[in-house]
């Protein structure tokens, strides 16, 4: 299997990209939603928020590494039989889906970080607060977290439902061009 991306194929570099964030903000999201209703008594507040909190950190890390690969070794063109909507649906998408990657992460950072504390990822190391305490910076960013992150719920159902379109019912083996064949 290649590395990079070819014209035609995607590399293993970033099918590791697209499956493990993939994979981890799933997780995540399950993760906010089951920690939403847990009490500051339950003896999984503390382990799943500092789940939570690591692989955010983790998943804004390879965000922002997946970008600098994309700079070094650019996509496939794989729109090349989709109508113009389509491709620009894609597009959009991708883009929405990463921009979510960036700022789901990092609002998550100024919530946990908005009382001068640093992040501590799965005690590995930490990533430092760059602002003091600030309750209105907090405030904001849990609104854009909460929304953002049921807002990516739903481009997530749309990316897979346009997959399996394009796989099921165009044919275009749009989805095993992201497999591992």
């Known amino acids: 299997m290649q590395i990079k991306n070819t014209k035609e194929k995607f590399g293993l570099i970033t099918k590791l990209f697209h499956w493990s964030i993939a994979i981890s903000i799933i997780a995540l ?3 906010g939603w089951y920690m939403v209703d847990l009490t500051y008594y339950d003896k999984w507040y503390n382990k799943s928020l500092t789940w939570h909190k690591s692989l955010g950190m983790l998943v804004l890390g390879a965000a922002l590494l997946k970008i600098g690969w994309q700079l070094h070794s650019p996509a496939p063109d794989t729109t090349k039989a989709l109508k113009k909507w389509e491709r620009m649906s894609a597009y959009l998408m991708h883009k929405l889906l990463l921009a979510m990657m960036i700022l789901i992460p990092f609002t998550g950072y ?42 990516t719920a739903i481009f997530i159902i749309g990316h897979v439902a346009a997959a399996l379109k394009h796989q099921f019912i165009n044919k275009d083996s749009t989805l095993t061009k992201m497999l591992w064949r």
């Open 110 to 151: 100024l919530i946990s970080t908005s009382n001068g504390k640093v992040v501590d990822i799965f005690g590995w190391f930490e990533i430092p607060a760059l602002i003091s305490k600030n309750r209105e910076i907090r405030d904001i960013a849990i609104e854009i977290h909460f929304y953002t992150a049921y807002a």
């Open 29 to 31: 999201i399950w993760l």
